[in-house]
T-cell receptor, first 115, second 112 residues
Framework: EAQVTQNPRYLITVTGKKLTVTCSQN?????MSWYRQDPGLGLRQIYY???????DKGDVPEGYKVSRKEKRNFPLILESPSPNQTSLYFC??????????????FGPGTRLTVT | QQPVQSPQAVILREGEDAVINCSSS?????VHWYRQKHGEAPVFLMI?????EQMRHEKISASFNEKKQQSSLYLTASQLSYSGTYFC?????????????FGEGTQLTVNP
């Protein structure tokens, strides 16, 4: 089954404790990205990756890091989480060709609470 | 920069029609539309390309005016299952690659 998986699905942590949210896709997609969703603000892009070892900042990258060492995985790292990073996080992937991005497949989401 | 969606919310009775608009201040390569049910991930509806035709998904259709950098989503004869939040995503091609930026969403409620 074609899917994007995220782990963990729910996480409550404390300020400053480093954490990683994993994202994996089994569709051999080139393009992967991370979004955060907050009430009234829609989906805001954190980072995206066009392919292995190619990543770039989205609209709200501060406080986050990513890596793309393998095509299927795109982990989101919070080195020192703060309460303003409490949010619902989505990972997405898609194919990419000369004609642009194809349909985005979203993971189930990770609800993060930082106290 | 996020595209601007309007209206922010709309309430319909089953069978009524609605239009959701999406506009950007920057040149666009394509426009995506997604629907998100409460507690779920967004799900793809359709993509509109520059110079492309109007697209359709069941009784939902959309258009893309590339000169105005605007797209509209048309929901005809709405069904209860259409309830959810609709997001437009605008694709721009930059030196670093393609970026898909989503709007703030339009919450659609369809009542019996």
């Amino acid at each position: 089954e074609a899917q994007v998986t995220q782990n963990p699905r729910y996480l409550i942590t404390v300020t400053g404790k480093k954490l990683t949210v994993t994202c994996s896709q089994n569709m051999n997609h080139e393009y992967m990205s991370w979004y955060r969703q907050d009430p009234g603000l829609g989906l805001r892009q954190i980072y995206y990756s066009m392919n292995v070892e190619v990543t770039d900042k989205g609209d709200v990258p501060e406080g986050y890091k990513v890596s793309r060492k393998e095509k299927r995985n795109f982990p989101l790292i919070l080195e020192s989480p703060s309460p303003n990073q409490t949010s619902l996080y989505f990972c997405a992937s898609s194919s990419f060709k000369t004609g642009g991005l194809y349909e985005q497949y979203f993971g189930p989401g990770t609800r993060l609470t930082v106290t | 920069q996020q595209p601007v969606q309007s209206p922010q919310a709309v309430i319909l009775r089953e069978g009524e029609d609605a239009v959701i608009n999406c506009s950007s201040s920057k040149a666009l390569y394509s426009v995506h539309w997604y629907r998100q049910k409460h507690g779920e991930a967004p799900v793809f509806l359709m993509i509109l390309l520059k110079g492309g035709e109007q697209m359709r998904h069941e009784k939902i259709s959309a258009s893309f005016n590339e000169k105005k950098q605007q797209s509209s989503l048309y929901l005809t004869a709405s069904q209860l299952s259409y309830s959810g939040t609709y997001f437009c995503g605008t694709e721009r091609v930059e030196t670093s690659g393609s970026r898909l930026t989503f709007g703030e969403g339009t919450q659609l409620t369809v009542n019996p």
